[in-house]
């Protein structure tokens, strides 16, 4: 799978590290992600899932 990825990078263009370099990047981003995700306690998803019905009223105004 990945030398089938990295032919068709190569074809992309010349430059065959920054494709490489780019999926690389991607690829760990959404892992670290997931990780992130898998690690955060029950308590905290339960108040990010509760958020979009929170009728409290916060401004940070500085002024």
Request: hydrophobic share 50%; no cysteine.
């Amino acid at each position: 799978m990945f030398k089938f990825i990295q032919q068709y990078a190569e074809k992309i263009s010349s430059a065959n590290i920054y494709p490489m370099i780019s999926l690389l990047i991607f690829f760990l981003f959404f892992v670290l992600l997931i990780v992130m995700v898998k690690k955060m306690k029950k308590e905290k998803v339960e108040e990010l899932s509760a958020l979009p019905f929170d009728t409290t009223e916060t401004t940070n105004s500085t002024f």
